[in-house]
C-alpha cells in the first residue's frame, strides 16, 4: 500500500533537503548506519506517514511533504565511521495528518479479523505505523554510494536479505501525545500481530519482534534499547 510509492518520496527528500536540524529537546536517534554491500553511508534521515495518505498541512520547514500523507526530514550527515545522530521532529514540527487515534495508529492490524486495538486514554493520539521486512513508518531512510534505501533499526547486526531470521528487536521511534497504554484484543491477533505499549508523551522507542512458534510479530516497550544499527535495505527491497 503505502511503500511502493516512497522510491520518488525519498529521492526528492535527499535531493531538495538536504541537512536537517530539529528543535532542541526534541530527542534524536543516535547509532551506527552500514549497507549492505559495503558502501560508505553518506546521510540519514526519517520518514513519516498519514496511514490513510490524505494531504494535511506541514508544521514546520524540518519536516518536509513529498507526496499527500507522505513527509519525510532532510538527511543528517554520517561520519566515516558510520556514526551520525539524528534529531527527532519537536511536537510543532509534526504534520497533523500523522497522528492517529491511538486505537487505530498500527497498519499492520487493520483487516486481522477478530483483531482490534485498545487504548487508554481513548483520546490519545499516536504516530501512524507501519512495520514489514521492507522498512517502517516512522521509520528511516539512507543515502549510500550505491543509492536510497529504506532501513531497518536493529541492536546486533542484520542480515537484510533474511529479515525475519533475526533474533532480536527491530527498533522504532512512536510519537504519542500525551501519556498512553496500548495493547491488541480479539483471537485474531494470534498469529499474526500481537500489541503491548506503554508511551510516554513525545517520542519512545519501542520494539518489534518476531514469534517464529506462532508465526507472529510482537510490539512492545523498549526503554532497555542498546546502541542503534541502522541497515540500509537492498536496492531490491526499497519499496
Known amino acids: 500500500m503505502v511503500r511502493h510509492r516512497w522510491v520518488v518520496v525519498i529521492c526528492a527528500c535527499a535531493l531538495l533537503v538536504g541537512c536537517s536540524e530539529s528543535s532542541p529537546g526534541a530527542g534524536a536517534i543516535v547509532g551506527t548506519a552500514v549497507e549492505a554491500s559495503g558502501a560508505p553511508v553518506l546521510g540519514v534521515g ?3 506517514v ?3 495518505l490524505v494531504q494535511t498541512s506541514v508544521g514546520a520547514a524540518e519536516v518536509i511533504e513529498i507526496g499527500p500523507g507522505q513527509y519525510a526530514t532532510g538527511t543528517v550527515p554520517v561520519a566515516a565511521d558510520g556514526s ?6 519537536a511536537a510543532a514540527e509534526l504534520p497533523a495528518g500523522v497522528l492517529a487515534p491511538a486505537d487505530d495508529f498500527l497498519y499492520n492490524v487493520r483487516g486481522v479479523a477478530d483483531c482490534d486495538l485498545t487504548a487508554d486514554p481513548v483520546d490519545a493520539r499516536v504516530s501512524g505505523h507501519w512495520f514489514d521486512d521492507k522498512g517502517t513508518y516512522p521509520g528511516l531512510y539512507g543515502v549510500s554510494a550505491a543509492g536510497l534505501a ?3 533499526v536493529t541492536e546486533t547486526p ?3 536479505g533474511n529479515v525475519y531470521a533475526h533474533a532480536g528487536r527491530f527498533l522504532v521511534w512512536l510519537y504519542a501525545d500525551r501519556p ?5 484484543v480479539g483471537a485474531g491477533c494470534v498469529g499474526n500481530v500481537v500489541v503491548d505499549v506503554a508511551l510516554s508523551s513525545g517520542w519512545n522507542v519501542a520494539a518489534w519482534t518476531f514469534d517464529a512458534a506462532l508465526d507472529q510479530l510482537v510490539l512492545g516497550d523498549a526503554a532497555d534499547a542498546g546502541d542503534a544499527i541502522v541497515t540500509l ?5 526499497t519499496p
Do not use: E, G, N
Not at 551520525?84 to 521532529?89: D, K, S, T, V
Open 50 to 52: 498519514d496511514l490513510d
Open 180 to 184: 498512553v497504554a496500548i495493547a491488541t
Open 233 to 237: 535495505l537492498p536496492q531490491a527491497s
Open 84 to 89: 551520525f545522530r539524528l534529531p527527532l521532529p
Open 158 to 160: 542484520l542480515d537484510p
Open 46 to 48: 526519517l520518514t513519516l
Open 150 to 152: 529504506l532501513a531497518l
